[in-house]
């Protein structure tokens, strides 16, 4: 039995995602803050939806899908029902497995996942770390949950902070992006729609290419820009206007800024 508590949007799209790779639903619990929220996914899902004292003592892993600022108090409510050996995986942003680990009964073996909005068409990118007590064999099943809604890579805990600014936060860069080309385009003259369909599949099409091509970005880029023509006009002002820096700088930014989400 798997159980999903918190189950917001991220933790549906993660059940939804479950459910679509073939689980059954009776195999899945929830819990959820409100009870109209509950009603609406044992309607939609067919799952049941518990408290979590229910969940703890009765699921074999733990889905904490809850904000970081509610992690303590789910972590106090669960651990007088939750029993040695099972398996806790942990989708909060920030929040280290030590800090869970020392909120639950000795030796429980926890994994911590960041995740990323397009788990709701299954393209997320998840990535891994276990913790001090967490096995292969746990690795293994936190990737089998996560690998129908997306890509899984086991990284080091230590660079979860990274991850979470990298891809975690990442989505939020392309929008930006696209938000500003579209804009672009209608500075050009064009309707915002045309210039929307035409940014988008630029992006997915781009995307593909990196993904299935295995060429490196920098290739793909000298690929579209020819000697003296419109592109290398385009990066270089892009260069000139100090693009690229603010991008790190950003990206850093966003880890700093998840590192003292963490320390409270």
């Known amino acids: 039995m798997i159980a999903i508590l918190g189950a917001g949007k ?26 109209e929220r509950g009603t609406l ?4 899902y067919g799952v ?4 979590n004292a229910e969940a703890a003592a009765t699921a074999d892993t733990l889905v904490l899908a809850v904000k970081p600022q509610d992690m303590a108090t789910l972590l106090e409510e669960l ?28 030796g429980m073996p926890v994994v911590r996942v960041m995740s990323n909005t397009p788990v709701h068409v299954d393209e997320a990118m ?6 001090s007590h967490a096995e292969e064999e746990h690795l293994k099943l936190a990737e089998e949950l996560l690998s129908p809604v997306g890509k899984v890579l086991r990284i080091p805990e230590s660079l979860q902070d990274g991850a979470t600014a990298l891809s975690g936060s990442g989505p939020a860069y392309f929008y930006y992006l696209v938000e500003a080309m579209v804009d672009a385009g209608i500075l050009l003259g064009m309707p915002r729609a045309a210039a929307l369909e035409m940014v988008i599949q ?18 793909l880029r000298e690929a579209v820009t020819s000697p003296a023509g419109t592109t290398i006009a385009a990066i270089r002002e892009l260069e000139r206007h100090g693009v690229r820096s603010a991008v790190l700088e950003a990206i850093e930014a966003a880890r700093n800024r998840g590192r003292e989400l963490a320390e409270g």
């Open 10 to 35: 991220m933790g549906e799209a993660l059940l939804s995602g479950v459910l679509r790779a073939g689980r059954r639903p009776a195999d899945l619990m929830v819990t959820t803050r409100r009870e």
């Open 126 to 131: 998840s990535v891994v770390s276990g913790g």
């Open 48 to 51: 049941v939806v518990a408290s």
């Open 79 to 106: 651990r007088p029902h939750v029993e040695p050996g099972r398996l806790v995986i942990s989708m909060a942003a920030g929040i280290p497995t030590s800090f869970i680990e020392a909120r639950l009964p000795e």
């Open 202 to 219: 630029s992006a997915v099409g781009a995307a593909v290419m990196l993904r299935d091509s295995g060429e490196h970005p920098v290739l």
């Open 41 to 44: 996914l044992r309607e939609r």
